[in-house]
């Protein structure tokens, strides 16, 4: 189980990185005159995404879950696909990129990258890995957990996103 331990923390690491891009592109987006909305729902995404590290690590360990390697392996592709379309994500919106929702009047809209095939495909990202990650070795009811409570959270901040977007000008991006 010690490589689980270790994937799972390389994922927190991950959460650590992101949290770090995201505070740079705050201050950039604060300093073109960005503004801030659905501030009340990002405690709840900080303890959901905590809580799915934590769980999967604890499910692990205390229900003795197996790593199956079929299925295993297959989950751990995943994890690293849904890695590579956050970053992706990242790179495309640059400075833009927030844990938060900020948008910047008179930007324009972001169409390309993984945007041109998706609204919020970083969300895909959030919704795979989430999934995935706990099924690498087989917590299932972390996986299911996750799942349920991020289909809520999104439905939140998809509509927060969406809101903001729209009364933007021009559809600047968050």
Same mark, same amino acid.
Not at 41 to 64: I, K, S, W
């Given at each position: ?74 989950m751990v592709g995943v994890v ?14 640059? @400075? ?10 008179? /930007? &324009? %809209? +972001?169409? *390309?990258?993984?945007?041109?095939? #998706?609204?919020? @495909?970083?969300?895909v990202a959030v919704a795979a890995?989430?999934?995935? /990650? &706990? %099924? +690498?070795? *087989?917590?299932?009811?972390?996986? #299911? ?30």
């Amino acid at each position: 189980m010690w490589w689980y331990t270790a994937l799972v923390l390389a994922v927190g690491f991950e959460r650590v990185a992101e949290l770090l891009v995201a505070r740079r592109s705050a201050r950039w987006s604060l300093a073109r005159g960005g503004t801030e909305t659905g501030r009340g729902h990002y405690p709840a995404m900080v303890a959901l995404h905590t809580g799915l590290l934590a769980g999967a690590l604890a499910e692990t360990a205390l229900a003795g879950r197996p790593f199956v390697p079929a299925f295993g392996w297959t989950m751990v592709g995943v994890v690293v696909a849904a890695q590579a379309l956050r970053w992706w994500c990242i790179r495309t919106l640059g @400075p833009r990129w927030n844990t938060r929702v900020i948008v910047v009047p008179g /930007l &324009p %809209l +972001v169409t *390309g990258g993984p945007y041109r095939l #998706l609204r919020h @495909p970083n969300y895909v990202a959030v919704a795979a890995e989430g999934l995935a /990650l &706990p %099924l +690498v070795h *087989g917590a299932w009811v972390t996986a #299911l957990a996750f799942t349920g409570l991020n289909a809520v959270l999104m439905a939140v901040r998809i509509r927060c996103e969406n809101t903001a977007l729209g009364a933007a000008p021009a559809g600047a991006p968050a």
